[in-house]
C-alpha cells in the first residue's frame, strides 16, 4: 500500500530511486481531530507558557465533592462482577421491595464491547484512584502541552507515512482501517526498516488489548532481525522526568513488545474477536475500502477477508527486540534531553497487568498512591477531593502534570 509522490517534505532530497512513502488509510472524522490538534498547537507554541491546568471548573467538583470522598467507603466492599441494576427482594407478608444496588466491575461497565488500551493500563499503574476518579467523573481538558505533544506525533509519523482520507460507513469499516494500516506498516518495516503509528489489536491475558506503537526500527546491524520498539516523550521542561515517570513510560513499551510477539506467535482469535465486538464476519466493506485493498495487493471484500489477510501479515513478522528504547524531547524545539535504554522483564510486566486487570474486573478496590509518590497528589485535578491527599487545601501545580500527560502516546 505505497505511493510515490513527486515531492517529499524531507528536508534531504531523495533520488528518485528512494522507496516510495506507504500511506495511511484515516476516517474523516479523525483527519478532522488531527487538523484541530495541529490548530490548538499553532496556538498554544506561541504563547507565553506552554503549561496549562488541565483541571475542569472547581464548581464541578465543588458539588461533586460528597460523591467522590464517598468513593473510598464504597468501594470497601468488593465490587461484584455482575452487572450494575436494581434488585428487588419481595416481602410477600409485608408486600414490600428492597432495592440493592449491586456494583459493576469497571471493564464492563466503561469498557463494554470495547478493548482495553494500553493508556489504561499505564494510567491505573501511575494512580489506580485518579484513574477511578477519572472513569466516574470524566477526564479533565486536554493541556496545550498535550496537543503540542499529540501534533509532534503527528508529524514523525508523517515523515514516514502519508494519510489518505477514507470514507468509514460501518465498525466494521473502522476495524478494517486498523487492520489495513498495520499491514501498511509492517510491510513498511520489513522493506525499510522503519515504520512508525502501529496499531494493535490482540487477545492477552484473557482480554482484549489495543495500542499504537510510536516507532519500530530495524537493528542497523541487522545481526538478529528483530525490530526495536521506540517511544517518543516530549517534555515541557528541560530537563528528564523522575523515576516514576519512567517506570511507566517502560511499562508502556513492554506492554506494545507483549502484545506484539502475542501477534506474530499465536493465531489470531478471530472467533473471539467476531463475538466480542458483535461484529459481523460477512459484512461488505464500503466500495472506498475495498477499492484502496485492491490496489494495494489485498483486495478484501468483507471484513473476515481483511482479518486473513492481517493473519497472514503477522505470521510473516519477527518476534521483537528485547532491548525497548525510550526517548525524551524538548517540546519547544524537539532537541533530545535523554534516552532510555532497558531490557524487557517479562515477569515484572505480567505482574502489573494482571495487578491492573484484578481492579478493572472487580477483584479489588482501587489504591492510592504509594505514600513515597504522593507527590503526584499535587498535580492531580482531584487532589482537592481526594482522602489520600496529604495535602488537600495546597494549589495544584501543572507542570508536571502537563509533562506527564503530553509524553503519552
Known amino acids: 500500500m505505497t505511493e510515490s509522490p513527486q515531492n517529499t517534505s524531507h528536508s534531504d532530497s531523495q533520488p528518485e530511486t528512494s522507496p ?22 499553532r496556538s498554544s507554541l506561541s504563547s ?16 461533586n465533592t460528597r460523591t467522590i470522598q464517598s468513593i473510598t467507603l464504597l468501594s470497601k466492599r468488593a465490587l461484584n462482577a455482575s452487572s450494575e441494576l436494581d434488585i428487588e427482594d419481595s416481602d410477600s407478608s409485608k408486600n414490600t421491595q428492597k432495592r440493592i444496588r449491586v456494583a459493576q466491575p469497571f471493564l464492563h461497565r466503561f469498557r463494554r464491547k470495547q478493548a482495553l488500551s494500553v493508556t489504561d493500563i499505564t494510567s491505573t499503574e501511575w494512580c489506580e484512584k485518579q484513574m477511578e476518579f477519572s472513569l466516574l467523573f470524566g477526564k479533565g481538558k486536554v493541556s496545550k502541552a498535550m496537543k503540542a505533544g499529540r501534533a509532534r506525533h503527528v508529524k514523525l509519523e508523517e515523515e514516514v507515512i502519508k494519510k489518505v482520507k477514507v470514507r468509514v460507513e460501518s465498525v466494521e469499516d473502522s476495524w478494517a482501517l486498523k487492520f489495513i494500516n498495520f499491514i501498511t506498516c509492517a510491510n513498511q518495516l520489513l522493506f525499510e526498516g522503519l515504520t512508525r503509528e502501529l496499531p494493535l ?8 488489548l489495543v495500542g499504537i506503537i510510536d516507532e519500530l526500527r530495524m537493528p542497523e546491524n541487522g545481526s538478529d532481525g528483530k525490530p526495536i520498539l521506540v517511544d517518543t516523550k516530549t517534555r515541557v521542561r528541560d530537563s528528564l522526568p523522575a523515576e516514576p515517570q519512567r517506570r511507566n ?33 460477512n459484512y461488505i466493506l464500503s466500495e472506498d475500502i475495498r477499492e484502496r485493498t485492491a490496489s494495494s ?23 521483537s527486540h528485547d532491548q525497548l528504547l525510550l526517548r ?28 491492573n486487570l484484578e481492579l478493572w474486573l472487580g477483584e479489588r478496590e482501587a489504591s492510592y498512591t504509594p505514600e513515597e509518590e504522593r507527590w503526584k497528589c499535587r498535580h492531580c485535578q482531584f487532589a482537592s477531593v481526594c482522602p489520600g ?10 507542570s508536571l502534570s502537563s509533562d506527564h500527560n503530553s509524553s503519552s502516546s
Open 20 to 41: 516510495s512513502v506507504p500511506i495511511e488509510f484515516v476516517s474523516e472524522e479523525e483527519m478532522a481531530l488531527i487538523e484541530a490538534a495541529y490548530a490548538a498547537t
Open 48 to 63: 507565553s507558557s506552554i503549561c496549562s491546568s488541565i483541571c475542569p471548573p472547581r464548581s464541578r467538583f465543588q458539588t
Open 389 to 398: 491527599n496529604p495535602n488537600p487545601n495546597s494549589p495544584r501545580s501543572s
Open 328 to 355: 525524551y524531547e524538548l517540546q519547544k524545539d524537539q532537541s533530545v534531553l535523554g534516552e532510555d535504554q532497558f531490557a524487557y522483564d517479562p515477569d515484572w510486566l505480567k505482574t502489573q497487568i494482571q495487578r
Open 201 to 208: 489489536v490482540g487477545f492477552v491475558e484473557g482480554v482484549w
Open 297 to 319: 495487493g489485498f483486495p478484501a471484500k468483507t471484513l473476515d477477508d481483511m482479518i486473513q489477510y492481517y493473519i497472514n501479515t503477522c505470521s510473516m513478522l519477527p518476534s
Open 249 to 281: 513510560g517502560r511499562l508502556q513499551l513492554m506492554c506494545y513488545k507483549y502484545l506484539w510477539d502475542t501477534l506474530v506467535a499465536d493465531s489470531f482469535p478471530s472467533g473471539q474477536f467476531f463475538d466480542f465486538f458483535s461484529l459481523n464476519r
